[in-house]
């Protein structure tokens, strides 16, 4: 028998996030308190729009003033900078790859 595909939970798997402080979560409260109701397919749009988070605020109809949009883009690439790779995930990658 070949192994024809083999697929990877990339958080908490391959890769890990030091110090989450979840910037797309805090951005769906801010619209929650400003009366915006989540929608069962928010998550999977944020999760597959290579937008900031300023512009998934606009495209959800979430107000968020400028200050806090701005402090929540830079929590953001904080948290971007921080992802570490596990070892044992790349030699996983590596391997699956022969």
Known sequence: MTIQAVIFDA????????????PYRQLMKIG????????????????????TLTQAAAHLGITASPEQLSTLETVLAEEIAAVEA?????????????
């Open 11 to 22: 958080f908490g798997t391959l890769i890990k996030i030091q110090d989450g402080s979840h």
């Open 32 to 51: 929650k308190a400003h009366g915006r109701r989540p929608r069962p397919d928010d998550a999977s749009f944020l999760m597959k729009s290579a937008i």
């Open 86 to 98: 596990y070892p044992d995930g790349l030699e996983a990658v590596k391997r699956s790859s022969c």
